[in-house]
């Protein structure tokens, strides 16, 4: 019988282990962990040892070099209640099969396809805001994303329904959460509990969604979009998505497209609030390169310094905070011996804040990533989408979406975070700011007030 050896960690409570302090801040209780205990820590959720590796060695080792021995279905029971068995629930050669009918939608020409759609949503927002008037940026930009989402993936408009989708979202998302602890798993079924707006919330994401497939089924149409892909892929036995299966994995798309891009989205606008000098350097970028018009995909590789800016805001504030991965075998790493089922714990926001990898890792940097005069870097020091065989697959249209909404945005207003507002990280699923963003919207420096020009 193998001896276990595992990283040393604090000592764990009688009944949930280290999973209360871990619950009641996560991030700082993660980063504590790090500094106390260095490259790795154990730590305990109620029974069953979890093990937090820091190093972009041990992250490659996990998520790339020996991805099969780690299993993430167990890891994601809390996605399931609300995703079913979409991209970011299922493992093996079900994830893999349905990766390969995924993937055609993410092709580079396709994506790219949806520029004029990102435009043209945000185009309709700008429409609505007023030069000095307050908003919460966080808000707005959940609401955009969600239209724009919609719209590439089932090339409908949803504005009119914006916000009870976005409602939906939450109350769902709310209970999925909770659901990790096992005190947190009453399923009371009354109007104003968390599991009772769980269920009125998935019925009517199941109704949207399922109603859509329904019409694009019976139409036979092929508009363009996500869906119509979807529901035509064949695998290379010939076999298509069930309608079950096309849910799945359209309403992961909807959940994972609009709120991890309106996150990063987000926390940009409050750094760039937060550092005039970045403020003015990239507002002088788009001038240069745009000069009030709408950005193109060929415009972004003219837009260095846009690129910089948002790969340092998903650093300081990645979407997703953590993933976790289940062991299905002993393992061995790092002079540890490590059982099967052990929860392996790999924290973005950690690891983008390591000081021998990060220089000045609370600092606001966006230069560190000029390709040319930028500090090297190990590739898993930075993954905000993940890495390896599980990479976030839309990592492509996100990057677009953020770049383009950023550069049309920012050329009509500039947010500044409203004076004395408390901005604080909560890490549910994604990071998002706990009190949303309050923000005042001044206008561009260039001066602007029509809707910029195509």
Known sequence: MPTYRY????????????AMQLRKGPLDYVTQLQRTYGDAATIYLGKRPAVLFARPEAIRYVLIENA??????????????LLGDGLLSIDGDFHRQQRR????????????????????????????????????????????????VAKTLFNVDIASQSERIGQAFHDASLFANRSRAPFNRLRINLPFTAYGKYLRARKFLDDTINGIIAQRRASGDDTGDVISMLLKAEDEDGSTMTDQQARDELLTLLAAGHATTANTLTWTF???????????????????????????????????????????????????????????????????????????LLSQWVTHRLPDLWPEPEAFKPERFDPETGQKYHPQAYFPFGAGSRICIGMPFANLEARILLATILQRFMPRLKPGFPVVPQPMIT????????????PAATGEEALLRP
């Open 68 to 81: 099969r021995n780690f299993t993430n279905r167990e890891a994601t029971e809390n996605l399931r209640l």
């Open 270 to 344: 409050y750094l760039l609030s937060e550092h005039p000098a970045v403020r003015e350097k990239l507002l002088a970028e788009l001038q240069r390169v745009l000069g009030g018009r709408a950005p193109t995909v060929d415009d972004l590789a003219q837009l260095p310094y846009l690129d910089m800016v948002v790969k340092e805001s998903m650093r300081l504030y990645p979407p997703a905070w953590t993933q976790a991965r289940f062991t299905t075998g002993d393992f061995e790493y790092g002079g540890y011996v490590i059982r099967r089922g052990t929860i392996i």
């Open 101 to 148: 009918l995924v993937q055609p939608a993410f092709h580079k020409q396709r994506i790219e396809s949806y520029r004029d759609a990102m435009v043209s949503c945000t185009r309709r927002v700008l429409a609505e805001w007023q030069p000095g008037e307050e908003r919460d940026v966080a808000d707005e930009m959940m609401r955009l994303t969600m239209h724009i």
């Open 7 to 18: 990283p040393p960690g604090p000592k764990p409570g009688p009944i949930f282990g280290n």
């Open 431 to 442: 990071l998002f700011p706990k009190f949303g963003l309050q923000m005042t919207l001044e």
